[in-house]
């Protein structure tokens, strides 16, 4: 008898959890969406503001307040995010209060390309147009070409993350067959890269010679570095 009881209460608490789920599922499909909080994963580069965030949700209402959680498709709202050119990622969801969260992740710029195309490269080595609402403190590139991008790319994710050089160089000039001169900061000078490869190895014979010449109090009298050669770093002193 115990055994017939337990097989006749089992359906039934299925059936029972199951029409709890399908009441929860319709009373917030009912739910009218009341708030919305806009919130970014990094605020230091706001290339594109909550406000036009926003409008990118909008369809055809004028808003998505007061618009019942159904009729707004959050695989939608996410892709016309992502199909912004200043966003890389973004998450769209309502929760239980009626709040839509909208979690959106920026592109980041990490050099200026100057020239025929006026835009940035990003960290996902894909071109972005620059924005009208933030300018990045980025390396400018001048010279660029589409064939040298992933050696550009490259070199310049060893820069970004190399304590030093991340500051000290802040533009980049590419010739016709890709070799590169940099220049810095806060030294009146220019390193001759040559080609854009063997890169570990020239940046530590600059660093050698730029502690030596720092040493030395003779930094300001050097017009440029060549760093082409292998093992050595040949310096030209400005003219007297």
Same mark, same amino acid.
């Given at each position: 008898m115990k055994k017939i009881l337990k097989l006749l209460i089992l359906p039934v608490?299925?059936?029972?959890?199951?029409?709890?789920?399908?009441?929860?599922? &319709? +009373?917030?499909?009912? +739910?009218?969406?009341?708030?919305? &909080?806009? #919130?970014?994963?990094?605020? #230091?580069?706001?290339?594109? #503001?909550? &406000?036009?965030v926003n409008k990118l949700l909008i369809v055809k209402e004028d808003s998505v307040k007061n618009l019942l959680a159904e009729k707004l498709d959050l695989n939608k709202s996410e892709t016309r995010l992502v199909a912004d050119p200043m966003i890389r990622t973004a998450e769209v969801s309502v929760d239980l209060n009626g709040r839509l969260n909208v979690v959106v992740e920026q592109r980041t710029p990490i050099a200026r390309l100057v020239g025929s195309k006026n835009m940035y490269l990003d960290s996902d080595n894909q071109l972005m147009p620059l924005s009208s609402e933030h300018t990045a403190l980025v390396p400018v590139i001048t010279g660029f070409q589409a064939e040298f991008q992933e050696q550009l790319f490259d070199f310049l994710e060893y820069v970004r993350h190399d304590e030093l050089l991340h500051i000290a160089i802040t533009q980049i000039a590419l010739s016709k067959n890709g070799e590169a001169v940099l220049m810095l900061r806060s030294h009146d000078m220019r390193l001759k890269m040559g080609k854009l490869e063997q890169v570990d190895q020239k940046m530590s014979n600059f660093k050698a010679m730029l502690a030596k010449v720092e040493k030395d109090k003779t930094v300001d009298q050097i017009k440029s570095m060549d760093l082409r050669y292998d093992r050595q770093v040949i310096v030209v002193k400005k003219s007297s």
């Open positions: 608490v299925i059936l029972v959890i199951l029409a709890l789920y399908s009441f929860a599922g &319709k +009373r917030h499909h009912a +739910r009218e969406i009341n708030d919305i &909080k806009i #919130s970014f994963t990094d605020y #230091s580069d706001p290339f594109i #503001s909550e &406000k036009n």
